[in-house]
C-alpha cells in the first residue's frame, strides 16, 4: 500500500526559510523510474507544479519559483523534502507531495498524500 | 510554458447524467495528460493518465479521450459521490502545468 504524508512548520514569517518533508511508504525512491514530486494550493483555488526529484537523484523546479526551491530526498528514510527560502504571503497555501509513476518516457502523479498547510503570516 | 485551459468551470448536473469536461493545451502535448478528481477537504486522486488510461480502481463510468490539444472527461451515469472538483495536468514538458479546475455540482 503506497502511502504519503507530509510535514511542516505550519505557520512561518515572512523572509523566512520553509522546510517540508514528505515520509512515505510502499515504494521506494531508489527503484528505477521512481520520482516524487511537491504540488501546492492556496485555499480555494488551483494547483501549481513545484518540482520533482527523481531515483537518480534528478531534480527539475518550476522556474515561475526561480531560485527558492530546493528538493532532496533520503533514500534510507523513504523521505523527500523541499525548502522555500524567503517566503511571503503569497506562499501560503496546502502542500502536497506525489509520487509520480512512469510508463516508458511519460510520467504522472500517481498517489498523493494529504497534504500540509502552511500559513506566511506576520 | 504549456497553458492548460479547461472548461466549463463549474458544471451543474443530474444523478444518472453524462458529464463532459473539456481541456485545450496550448500546444501538442502528445496525450501526456492527466485527469484528478478532487472532493472537497481532501487531496486530489488519478482518474485517468496518458489522456485514455483508467487508473486501477477508478469506476469504468470514468473515460478520457482526445489528442494533439484537445483532451475531455467524460463521466456517464453522475453519482452523487462524483461531486468534485476535477483537474487536467500536461507533463510532456516542464514546467509541469495543471487546468484551472471544473467544478461539479448536482443539480
Known amino acids: 500500500q503506497v502511502t504519503l504524508k507530509e510535514s511542516g512548520p505550519g505557520i512561518l514569517q515572512p523572509s523566512q526559510t520553509l522546510s517540508l518533508t514528505c515520509t512515505f511508504s510502499g515504494f521506494s525512491l531508489s527503484t528505477y523510474g521512481m520520482g516524487v514530486g511537491w504540488i501546492r494550493q492556496p485555499s480555494g483555488k488551483g494547483l501549481e507544479w513545484l518540482a520533482n526529484i527523481w531515483w537518480d537523484d534528478d531534480k527539475y523546479y518550476n522556474p515561475s519559483l526561480k531560485n527558492r526551491l530546493t528538493i532532496s530526498k533520503d533514500t534510507s528514510n523513504n523521505q523527500a523534502f523541499l525548502k522555500i527560502t524567503n517566503v511571503d504571503t503569497a506562499d501560503t497555501a496546502t502542500y502536497y507531495c506525489a509520487r509520480i509513476d512512469t510508463m516508458g518516457i511519460t510520467s504522472w502523479f500517481a498517489y498523493w498524500g494529504q497534504g500540509t498547510l502552511v500559513t506566511v503570516s506576520s | ?107
Open chain 2, 1 to 107: 510554458d504549456i497553458r492548460m485551459t479547461q472548461s466549463p468551470a463549474s458544471l451543474s448536473a443530474s444523478l444518472g447524467e453524462t458529464v463532459n469536461i473539456e481541456c485545450l493545451a496550448s500546444e501538442d502535448i502528445y496525450s501526456d495528460l492527466a485527469w484528478y478528481q478532487q472532493k472537497p477537504g481532501k487531496s486530489p486522486q488519478l482518474l485517468i493518465y496518458n489522456a485514455n488510461s483508467l487508473q486501477n480502481g477508478v469506476p469504468s463510468r470514468f473515460s478520457g479521450s482526445g489528442s494533439g490539444t484537445q483532451y475531455s472527461l467524460k463521466i456517464n451515469s453522475l453519482q452523487s459521490e462524483d461531486v468534485a472538483t476535477y483537474f487536467c495536468q500536461q507533463y510532456n514538458n516542464y514546467p509541469w502545468t495543471f487546468g484551472g479546475g471544473t467544478k461539479l455540482e448536482l443539480k
